[in-house]
């Protein structure tokens, strides 16, 4: 491949990709503020480990170029940054269990992409994770459905869930689980859509920290289930949105 | 919910699941030939760790039972067993690379499920793990189509296999890496389907046997992209399958 | 307490242990003869990781003590020196799936202890841990039933060997599996006798050498479940045979 | 096995485990309430990583059900949350080094059930860890003894306790220790009853967080000895007293 | 070599090192003061673990023998504490997202040594981790370019930034990343000078603390690049400095 | 920036990295032949883990290509294919204790870079790594000098070889050690040029396989110095080299 | 060996021990103030990880029983519990930098032993663990001299101190050391006495948590050195004191 | 501490070292043929890693500079090359349990240092690194004991070897064990001489290769002891003659 073709090919996959814009805020970030148009996923803005002020400033950045930002793990001097800053007729969402932050314009409107994802979680201490999965999903355009609560301990509290999830047809099925992780191979084995297991922190002794939950479900002897990182809520929820999406835009075809 | 209540829940997730048949061989194994039935993948044999006669008798079984049967990680012995046991008009398939071995009946053939899964590879090395995933995707009726050695040393290698990719239409791509694992996450950031990364286990030193490209898959910060466990070919064949079959299923509808 | 009282004290439970006897053997071991009577366990004898002829001495030393010895992980070239050494009426039984040997004396016979000890396997792998189980179990005097791949990928397998298991009145159960470990779980959550939990190294990635299945077993959500070290056999048989046998002790009174 | 003896084994299985009731407590908790007549253990509410609220809502929900609800790992807000919604009638305990927390109903009695459970820790900061198993096998019917800071750096401590418990004739000795965690090695060497080993966190530098203590249980060169997660005073408590309730279930038959 | 061949050598290196003074403070450090003029980097004060009285002691002892302290991870108490000890006419200067702390004396002037050290952070939140490499390198004499944000999720944002540095003839690269930490491996596939991987601590779950990060680093398939410790500023400031400095030496001969 | 913009930074990246050429070969692998050009260092092949079919097939393409190809970790296997591959006119040249292997066109000559390299092992078992990154080094055109067997244990076997290598001016000092990785460390502290630690997996019980070395390198409390991975020879020769040009490309200006 | 002999071997055994009492405290403790006498080091009160009361409770009774207790790691309110408890005519001394508490008896005087304990540390920040040793090698009767921060990265400040060690003659030298721990490898290539490294936690990143240090300290090169755990002065202390103990006995023999 | 003090200092330590000597060999090996004068310890040949001629050659050099060679962990080929090469006159010796050889030249002869050193192993697999302990401490010049299989599982079997050792009035206790290596904390908890445990290889599943005999004994309760790596049966006998060589210095005292 000579530089010309090169110059060609990246031509090419820029049209298909459509847009790079970037916005740079004062030399401190620099916003893929292209991304959704490109992946048709938005640009989540990770509050933890960053100073709330500056937070507040790529939030603001963001909801002036494309109408929304999508805050996670913020805690209350990042609500607080980000409150104070917000323009009027913003709307401002904060959802306590989970701490993820939404910002939007007054004519703001998520476009539903027709993609059906369904979550369940092993126990209560997972519903933080699931629910941040579910905001992610939703913003870009899926519809979903939760149920908590329905781990491996006792299965029998686990088929009336499935059930109902099964019959609205869902296109792909999050399961959140601590622990020893079981559940989402036990669900693996009994459906005929895509797992994505999301393992999270609660855990203690061997293992501890997600480790056992995560090599559980790294391991799994079901097939036709993929996983994402410890407490990895937005990026399971991204995946499962990118997953539903794809099969939502060839259901809504004519 | 009540015991009666219990009761048909399950017989509801029963009909769901149409299939539970079971087949006992000789009481080292309990084969479960309903499962392509309920999830619309096949049981997998995995040689490795296994008698050879003992697969050969699982083999023949399920071919008997279901027209074919798959077998991975096989070495010579288990190759040879399994020949030995063949009835005659069936017919065997070896690929030396990921030592997958596929026999099936004389009048045995995949049924097309309209499903596009495209592979990458970051290197020559990650090859094996990537041909397995291909048979069994393939074997579960998707399409396929593979590119190898374009990993992130020299970014420039990736941008026409990807191009081609995209220009297929593929409803998720495969990303096969070992070392550093940064393959999907470059990918991830530029293509709007899902991503499955698969990590290898080629690698040495600190982070040796995978675990360093694990690790990096896990923590991307590209949005869109689940994992697999290392060399895991037969996983993430089956998950990527699955999903493809999913958009196949809503594709091919008139 | 005293030093005289110290004195008592020991001898007190010298009398409740009742023998202490031991046998030193060529100054390469001690064998502990009074175990069996102190414990009612024998001394197992590993033949991992030591000479060939070492283990032929210690097996023929125990069999002339106690009238049977019981040797795990024997290679071939330790089963050729024991054999070389039986002595005329002496028996020997080598079981290859689990490497064990067993050897004993024209006139020795297993007293019954009363006690009974299920065994699961999830999958055709794991047979050889469980095998070494059951060997242990029954030579201390335990009835034993095993059902083998029974494993969580496919839930409605486990069912009949479980009511089987139920029936016969169980015990306890050892739940032998590798990979993600899940079937020990989802069996502790249903029944109502003590499970042990036995991870075995049937596994591959991240977790491997069965570090997933053990993480998994210990961070059980169900309750009524312990766990021995991972390859187990000889330790889950003896933990399992401890506790029928207390059982045994008092379903036998008159 | 057809669909039809599925459903046939599964109800057997039912009968024998006879109750699967459930209770969801406003979409967070699915509370197994039928877990305690199936298994013969109560549900036991982690109340770590859970909204204080939360904690209070379910445990009232379970003293209503079942006329007792036992907390573990309850720090203050938690204890105050659940004395707060207390009914009139009620009565709370709380022991402050073990942090449970037991509630229950004015008339509900804890049935003995005929089991010994016998404790040793092997300092004087693994009590909280004993305590936590000792409540929970006393709740589920055992009689129980404990013996504190009786560990191997002076031997001579380890008999008279040791002595006591097998006059008492305990049916399983849980072993409670961190640093080295070589007491249960020591104990299951001298007696004939199941041990079961308990590690906890108690411990520096490297194998720190109870890892040493765990690996070491595990390793045990002693016969008769399973193990539980590090801290799980929970689970020992529960598969102590599984173990010691199937024995009391024979000891008190006329 | 005899004895009196090794004091030559000794003299030799002696002299070619310079200056091998030490200072004394108070019995709890020995100040290398001749370590700027032996190694062309000067000792840095890590005030982490130090209690404050005592970095405020050293740091003033450093500015009475060489004119200048540098002080890194500094926390309030620290920075009080050598503020209060400050002479008339010294100058402090405090960086608070890096938390150094410079003290020099009036006169103090760095020297530039004419080699040139380049910078680039793939997220906002490895800011803190560049700016102490930052500051060490032109405390020793460098002139340093940095770039934050340029991450691979979106590899279009690296291009400008990695234009400017190279026109500008940058000696080497640093390149501080977390998460997955593919960035060095992308630059270092682009340009022809040494590039340094710096991993942060930024990232959560498997590979947590920089640990995937490092590993990725570690493992990487582009040549041309080495890595320091995780968060490790100081570090990597002075390696690229040591490297740009022996640069710089040449390029400013005449 | 604009898309155009986009495609202009590309273009400039292109003239600066001068060649982005590809070879393909057999669909097994995309020779990255341009590397040189660009980055000033050849594309190595890692025999270890691939065919050696492919390995000849792919170093022949690369002599065609470049008049120069570089294989390391070849067993002999490896080596016999490639040398039936070789045209006439080629030389081969194999290193034993490295594994090295050289092919060079009948007119091939390194071009010197005026880089100067020292090498320093700390016993005798890390020759084999240092040898694969002096070849690496000489390959890129530098000078070499090494020296073997210096370690810390008796440090005056230190100081004669440093003299030397700080005499003949080297530009940076690569220090291969294992078991715990100290020399490093010191030497660091004693010259005033860059050096690079490259741990070796001589090494044995706690923090074996090289783990302990690289550890220590990463902690090292000397300033100065830069790690690769364990056993990393090729990395490590590459990055000095690429250090060492740099000065060079300045030393020998006019 | 029978019974009976086993009792006299006790007998011996507890003649050579000379002492084996016990003290139990409110059911929390049992201390073995015997063990001075027997071992000839006392039992050390750990606070860490015990309630104020516990401490002060056992502490009261050890100088009850023995004229001395030994406190480590003790904070502000293990310190106000104990001075609260503290009988007229006792005298309670406190380290603030390594929290070691000694309460006396108004007659206690330790007792020399003539054994001489030589202590080294790496850097400013390892002198609490260094402290700890040095306080219980002295209450156990030795003779102590201790220099600080003498660490490798400039080896020139090592060998003052190292040379007033060798001439007063230490008899054991400990050298406490956190980061890379190479100082204890550098030592014991010098010096011809008995060394023992302390590995300090003090490190970051890779290794962190002194797990570099310890791991560098067991693969060291130089023989004639063992280890203690990290952050272990209380063990390093008690083994250099046994050994210089020991020493001592035959150097002050008439 | 000025220049010409630093050399001072060095001059007295290598007064107090007495030599330097060193002798290169073929530029693979810098024999520190000075170290047993300078630290009462012979270097010892490991040839594990090593070139079989290599080794025969820094072999013959020992023996011809020192009058004997001491190699350990020696394979067949290591032996058979180090046989060609004796010269008449030389005596050889190997031990095939530890693979030890021994070269000694005609006239050479052990100095007896005065020294006792006392040996325990917990099982029989234990022997060969405990051998390799005895014979360093041997050729040292102290006088050893050893007694083999008196682990922990069957305490009476430790009584009597212990009580052989106390009479025998041992200076240092080596104890050697794997698996969960309690031995040693038990053995210190009785005796009053310092403990140097071993860990060993010897173990399976979590905490397998020595890692939780490791982890036990730097954990242990019992003070007095430290700790060598794993399988460190040279170290161990180093440093346990180097403490019994002090004694034996004043022992011998007239």
Redesign the interface.
Known sequence: ???SE??R??????K??R????KEIS????L?V??EI????PE?I?AE??EPG?VAK?ARSMVEQTGRAIISRANRAHLKAVRSRIRDGYRLEFMPRSRMVLVKSGSYKTKPNGGRVGLLT????D?PVAEEAEVVAREMGCDTRAY??????????L??P??QL?RWDA??ILVVAG????LP??V???????V?GV?T????????????????????????????????G???G??AA??AK??GQ??R?P
């Open positions: 491949m000579a530089v090169f110059q090919s990246l031509r090419t996959l820029q298909k990709n847009m790079l814009a970037l030399n401190i970030a620099r893929d292209g991304r490109r992946k048709g996923l989540i990770l480990g960053k500056d790529i092993a126990g209560t201490s519903i908590y609560d329905v781990g491996v301990a006792g299965l029998h509290r088929f009336e499935l059930k099964l296109d792909v622990r020893e992780g079981a191979t036990v693996a084995g009994m459906v005929d859509v895509p994505v393992p922190s609660r855990s203690y002794g061997f293992g501890e920290k997600g480790l056992a939950a995560l090599a559980a479900m790294l391991q799994s002897c079901s097939l036709g289930m993929s996983v994402v990182n410890i407490d990895g937005v990026g399971a991204a995946v990118m997953i794809r099969v060839f259901r075809r």
